[in-house]
């Protein structure tokens, strides 16, 4: 999916500042999910609402087609790619204290300016790891 579809990542971006928002009123948790995932597997506090935050995310990939938004429908990287990916991302929100969700749309909402400069430098990495894959690799 390289198309613009400002339509569904409005409703998307919606979406999920509701659901941050309703966790926060209801719960008093910010809505990062490396926070939500890390908590689930290693302390198990709070686990329901982690498990059915996580639930709600799977949950919408699945209701998605039927509001006819548009989901990828296949990776075109390879596996090993995609492995060391993951690694780098779980890496970087373990140095970070945080990922895109608690950082982005939590933390910039708080005007927190630790949030907003490790949103900078997400951005900042992903526009040089866009660049040097499509155009320097040729990925």
């Keep these: 999916m390289t198309e ?8 998307g971006g919606a979406i999920l500042g509701f659901a941050a928002l309703l966790l926060l009123i209801l719960n008093g948790r910010l809505a ?3 926070g939500i ?7 198990g506090q709070n686990a329901f609402w982690r498990w059915a935050f996580i ?11 039927w509001l006819n938004l548009s989901m990828p429908t296949m990776l075109t990287a390879s ?12 890496f970087g929100t373990y140095i970070g204290a945080g990922c895109t969700s ?3 749309i939590c933390g910039i ?7 907003i400069v490790a949103t900078l430098i997400f951005m900042l990495v992903a526009t040089i790891v866009v660049f040097v894959s499509r155009h320097i690799v040729g990925a």
């Design 102 to 104: 608690g950082h982005g």
């Design 79 to 90: 596996w090993p790619l995609t492995l060391i990916g993951g690694f780098l991302v779980g």
């Design 32 to 34: 990062g999910i490396s």
């Design 109 to 115: 909402g708080r005007l927190s300016l630790r949030s």
């Design 37 to 43: 995932i890390s908590g689930v597997m290693s302390t």
């Design 4 to 11: 613009f579809t400002p339509i569904s990542a409005l409703i």
């Design 55 to 65: 639930g709600g995310l799977i949950l919408s990939g699945l209701i998605a087609p």
